[in-house]
T-cell receptor, first 110, second 113 residues
Framework: KNEVEQSPQNLTAQEGEFITINCSYS?????LHWLQQHPGGGIVSLFM?????KKHGRLIATINIQEKHSSLHITASHPRDSAVYIC????????????WGAGTKLIIKP | EAEVAQSPRYKITEKSQAVAFWCDPI?????LYWYRQILGQGPELLVQ????????DSQLPKDRFSAERLKGVDSTLKIQPAELGDSAMYLC???????????FGPGTRLTVL
C-alpha cells in the first residue's frame, strides 16, 4: 500500500463544476503539499499546509491531521485548470523528503 | 518573479551517449533537488544538495549518474552512458532549506533512442 493515496486517478468534468480531489496518507507528517503539473510541463506548488485550510483564488485546500486526509477543491472550474494535481507529504523523519502521490489527472471540458 | 531555470528543455540522445542537464536555483536557495519523473508516475528524488554538499543520493544510480554543485549555486546532472530506461522528465527544485517549500523548474524531457 502506498503511503500517499490520491483519488480519483482520473477526473473529467464540465466547465463550471466544483471539483474535489482527495489525498490520504498513512505516515506522520510535518506538512502536506498540493502541486500542479501541466502536460509536458514542470511542477507548480499550489499550497503547503500543516493544518486547517488555505485559499488562493478559486483553489481551496483543507487538511484533517487526525484523519490523515486532505482535499483540494476547485470552484467554477475552467478548461485551463486541466492538469495533473499531485499530493505530496513531508514525513517527520530527519531528511524532510517528500513522499509523492501518483497524481490525479483532471480534464475540464468547455 | 524568481524562478528555477533548467536547460535544455528537451534532449534526444542515443543509448550509450552521455547527456548533461543544468539547473540554476532561485537565488539564495541553499537546498537543491534533482528528481526523475517517469510518465504517469510521481517524481523520484535522485539527489539532494545542501549548499555544495550531497545530503542524500541514495536513489541515484551511481554507476551511470553523477551530480555536482561545486560552488553551491547551480548544479549539473550527468548520465553516462544513457540507457533506454532513462527516458523521463528530469526536474530540478530548490528551497531555502530542507523541509521548506520547494520551487520547481520547467524540467528537461529526455528521450533515449
Amino acid at each position: 500500500k502506498n503511503e500517499v493515496e490520491q483519488s480519483p486517478q482520473n477526473l473529467t468534468a464540465q466547465e463550471g463544476e466544483f471539483i474535489t480531489i482527495n489525498c490520504s496518507y498513512s505516515v506522520g507528517i510535518s506538512a502536506l503539499h498540493w502541486l500542479q503539473q501541466h502536460p509536458g510541463g514542470g511542477i507548480v506548488s499550489l499550497f503547503m499546509l500543516s493544518s486547517g485550510k488555505k485559499k488562493h483564488g478559486r483553489l481551496i485546500a483543507t487538511i484533517n491531521i487526525q484523519e490523515k486526509h486532505s482535499s483540494l477543491h476547485i470552484t467554477a472550474s475552467h478548461p485551463r485548470d486541466s492538469a495533473v494535481y499531485i499530493c505530496a507529504v513531508r514525513g517527520m523523519d530527519s531528511n524532510y523528503q517528500l513522499i509523492w502521490g501518483a497524481g490525479t489527472k483532471l480534464i475540464i471540458k468547455p | 518573479e524568481a524562478e528555477v531555470a533548467q536547460s535544455p528543455r528537451y534532449k534526444i540522445t542515443e543509448k550509450s551517449q552521455a547527456v548533461a542537464f543544468w539547473c540554476d536555483p532561485i537565488s539564495g536557495h541553499a537546498t537543491l533537488y534533482w528528481y526523475r519523473q517517469i510518465l504517469g508516475q510521481g517524481p523520484e528524488l535522485l539527489v539532494q544538495f545542501q549548499d555544495e554538499s550531497v545530503v542524500d543520493d541514495s536513489q541515484l544510480p551511481k554507476d551511470r549518474f553523477s551530480a555536482e554543485r561545486l560552488k553551491g549555486v547551480d548544479s549539473t546532472l550527468k548520465i553516462q552512458p544513457a540507457e533506454l530506461g532513462d527516458s523521463a522528465m528530469y526536474l530540478c527544485a530548490s528551497s531555502t532549506g530542507p523541509g521548506n517549500e520547494q520551487f520547481f523548474g520547467p524540467g528537461t524531457r529526455l528521450t533515449v533512442l
